[in-house]
């Protein structure tokens, strides 16, 4: 971008504001799916502590800043939450960037995440496919490929849902985080996680 491209920096006051107007947003569209998704949430913490009681694992996966939010998930569980504990195993599938590139490369990028489940996933696991539209096409087939393995899933997804909705069956969770700002899910997202992991601690370790 060339200095005549560039247009006059708001005023300090125009700047603060449109910072609350993003906090407020925030706020409304957290306390707004608040009540629906507790329950949701819950449930999809049970399937995972469930998991982990019987030497199972957690599987994760997105695309972007969902990438980031399947590392962070798997951090808070392989090293600590808010409390210490053993770590439990989870596995990220994003991180893995020569896997990554050679099934990339070697087949279509739509198989990034399908290939690691079929690999790695056992029955009894439990992966979570993080996809703010819904409409992930490597995250979808890494939800097909977890069903041919007898893997549940949890969807964490936004808006109506996209075409992972229509994928989810028998004891699989659906995590829907309404909304048309990809900002505001994402972020809706973040809280989802903590929550899964202060359920995980609090059903395996019970209160802190």
């Known amino acids: 971008m060339t200095k005549s491209n560039l247009q006059t920096v708001p005023d300090s006051i125009t700047l603060i504001q449109r910072v609350k107007n993003n906090f407020q947003e925030s706020i409304l569209t957290t306390r ?20 982990l009681l019987t030497d199972r694992k957690i599987l994760i996966c997105g695309n972007g800043g969902s990438a980031a939010d399947a590392q962070h998930f798997s951090a808070e569980l392989l090293n600590r939450f808010e409390r210490e504990r053993p770590g439990l195993p989870a596995i990220a599938l994003t991180t893995d960037t020569s896997t990554i590139t050679a099934i990339g490369n070697d087949y279509h990028f739509d198989d990034i995440f399908s290939k690691q489940v079929r690999a790695l996933g056992q029955a009894g696991d439990v992966l ?20 041919e393995r007898g893997i549940t899933c949890v969807a964490l997804n936004g808006r109506e849902g996209g075409e992972i909705t229509g994928l989810l069956s028998g004891h699989d969770v659906n995590i829907c985080v309404p909304g048309s700002s990809t900002a505001r899910i994402q972020e809706v997202h973040g809280i989802v996680i903590h929550c899964l992991c202060d359920l995980i601690d609090y059903q395996l370790l019970g209160q802190g």
């Not at 707004?32 to 998991?51: G, K």
């Not at 409409?135 to 069903?147: D, G, K, L, M």
């Open 32 to 51: 707004n799916c608040m009540e629906e998704l507790a329950p949701i949430i819950a449930q999809a913490a049970a399937h995972m502590s469930q998991a």
């Open 128 to 147: 979570l496919g993080i996809s703010t539209s819904g409409n992930s096409r490597n995250v979808i087939r890494a939800i097909e490929a977890a069903h």
